[in-house]
């Protein structure tokens, strides 16, 4: 039936905004995580992305996380010659996290999440209506 | 009895149909409403004119079915029993090629959901008045 599909959907769209919070948690906690050893690299920052993937069971398209990859821009610069990263000029490198980026991104997980939460209280309702054909 | 040989039953049950295909439909659309690529669907409106010739004659559409365990309906899971309606609003497409607006989505989901109760609520009445006319008042 159409609507106990719509539940689906919708629950798969809230996992994969909750897996993009999650994302998103990691890079903001991480955001001060400057390299230890000159020589090493500082935390880069990840993204997510999605996809549909057909599920057979159930004959529709589900959104799922696609894949979570790495951040290629470059990373900051911070004159700090006391830090152990420090290199020969005394500058540690930082992580190419903007928390500001990190921000709005988590605002638009959370408004996703929300849509797809109405969704399905609404697919809920009309199921509800549905049944209360019988009284 | 059955009810579907009532035209107006049979036209309330296509317009649920109908109804919750859509529902379906948008509740994709707002899962993907941050998926690379992904561009709107909607359905085409339920054109009322061969809702009312179908009740009106036996219907005879031809449609495909599974008739075998392999078998799943299209790449969007859409019954081909409803038109998917062509939506290319250019402006709203983002970088990602992603031209969902989670405003417009859930306008849509509104709209639907109260045609849907408006139905139901048809429906219960239409019962209701067989039911008056089985056992009436004393």
Same mark, same amino acid.
């Given at each position: 039936?159409?609507?106990?599909?719509?539940?689906?959907?919708?629950a798969?769209?809230m996992h994969?905004?909750?897996e993009?919070?999650?994302?998103?948690?990691?890079?903001?906690?991480?955001a001060?995580?400057?390299?230890?050893?000159?020589?090493?690299?500082?935390?880069?920052?990840?993204?997510?992305t999605?996809?549909?993937?057909?599920?057979?069971e159930?004959?529709? *398209?589900?959104?799922?996380v696609?894949?979570?990859t790495?951040?290629?821009s470059?990373f900051?610069?911070?004159y700090?010659?006391?830090?152990p990263?420090?290199?020969? *000029?005394?500058?540690?490198?930082?992580?190419?996290v903007n928390?500001?980026?990190?921000?709005?991104?988590?605002?638009?997980? *959370?408004?996703?999440?929300?849509?797809?939460?109405?969704i399905?209280s609404v697919?809920?309702?009309?199921?509800?209506?549905?049944?209360?054909i019988?009284? | 009895?059955?009810?579907?040989e009532?035209?107006?039953?049979?036209?309330m049950?296509?317009?649920?149909e109908?109804?919750?295909?859509?529902?379906?439909?948008?509740s994709?659309?707002?899962?993907?409403?941050?998926?690379p690529?992904?561009?709107?669907?909607?359905?085409?409106?339920?054109d009322?004119?061969?809702?009312?010739?179908?009740?009106?004659?036996?219907?005879?559409?031809?449609?495909?079915?599974a008739?075998q365990a392999?078998?799943?309906?299209?790449s969007?899971?859409v019954?081909?029993?409803?038109?998917?309606?062509?939506?290319?609003?250019?402006?709203?497409?983002?970088?990602t090629?992603?031209?969902?607006?989670?405003?417009?989505?859930?306008?849509?989901v509104?709209q639907?959901?109260m045609?849907?109760?408006?139905t139901?609520?048809?429906?219960r009445?239409?019962?209701?008045?067989?039911r008056?006319a089985?056992?009436?008042?004393?």
């Amino acid at each position: 039936m159409d609507l106990t599909k719509i539940l689906h959907t919708s629950a798969a769209g809230m996992h994969v905004q909750g897996e993009r919070m999650r994302i998103v948690a990691e890079n903001l906690a991480n955001a001060g995580s400057a390299a230890n050893t000159p020589d090493a690299e500082p935390y880069r920052r990840k993204l997510i992305t999605f996809s549909n993937e057909l599920d057979r069971e159930l004959g529709v *398209q589900l959104v799922e996380v696609a894949k979570v990859t790495f951040d290629k821009s470059e990373f900051g610069r911070k004159y700090d010659p006391g830090h152990p990263g420090a290199n020969d *000029q005394g500058y540690v490198l930082t992580p190419n996290v903007n928390s500001l980026i990190e921000m709005t991104d988590m605002r638009e997980a *959370q408004r996703g999440y929300e849509a797809n939460l109405s969704i399905i209280s609404v697919a809920k309702d009309m199921l509800k209506r549905t049944i209360d054909i019988l009284n | 009895m059955n009810l579907n040989e009532i035209p107006l039953f049979r036209m309330m049950s296509q317009k649920m149909e109908w109804l919750s295909e859509r529902q379906r439909l948008l509740s994709h659309n707002v899962a993907n409403a941050n998926t690379p690529g992904y561009k709107s669907q909607d359905l085409k409106p339920l054109d009322f004119a061969s809702l009312v010739r179908s009740s009106a004659g036996r219907n005879g559409r031809q449609t495909t079915r599974a008739t075998q365990a392999g078998h799943f309906s299209g790449s969007a899971g859409v019954s081909n029993k409803f038109k998917l309606k062509a939506d290319n609003q250019k402006s709203a497409e983002s970088m990602t090629g992603n031209n969902i607006v989670l405003e417009e989505e859930m306008m849509k989901v509104a709209q639907t959901s109260m045609e849907y109760q408006l139905t139901t609520n048809l429906y219960r009445k239409h019962l209701a008045i067989i039911r008056a006319a089985l056992n009436p008042p004393r």
